[in-house]
Nanobody
Framework: QVQLVESGGDLVQPGGSLRLSCAASGFTFSNWTLSWCRQAPGKVRELFATIDTRAGTNYADSVKGRFTISRDNAKNTVYLQMNSLKPEDTAVYYC?????????WGQGTQVTVSS
């Protein structure tokens, strides 16, 4: 079955950096677009970064220029490098794959940006 396991969340000061990882299994990783999403308390889940099978990327304006999504098909892992973090980036971060029309999410990893 499809499984996504996020890791790397932490408490970080404003302006700091963090790298998240998402290990995938249960499907042919290299054949599918992967995404990162986040959900802050009281807010809807926001999809903000995608990477397609050719490593083409797209970002929401809220993270463009600060976050970088990448993938390692040999390791079945998608990454999120986050720089210049802001308090408003505080959220639970999830990776996502839409596999044959069905959405799959991991359990999420908490990122807290605070001094």
């Amino acid at each position: 079955q499809v499984q996504l396991v996020e890791s790397g969340g932490d408490l970080v000061q404003p302006g700091g950096s963090l790298r998240l990882s998402c290990a995938a299994s249960g499907f042919t990783f290299s054949n599918w677009t992967l995404s990162w999403c986040r959900q802050a308390p009281g807010k809807v889940r926001e999809l903000f970064a995608t990477i397609d099978t050719r490593a083409g990327t797209n970002y929401a304006d809220s993270v463009k220029g600060r976050f970088t999504i990448s993938r390692d098909n040999a390791k079945n892992t998608v990454y999120l490098q986050m720089n210049s973090l802001k308090p408003e980036d505080t959220a639970v971060y999830y990776c996502n794959v839409r596999w044959y029309g069905r959405e799959y999410w991991g359990q999420g990893t908490q990122v807290t940006v605070s001094s």
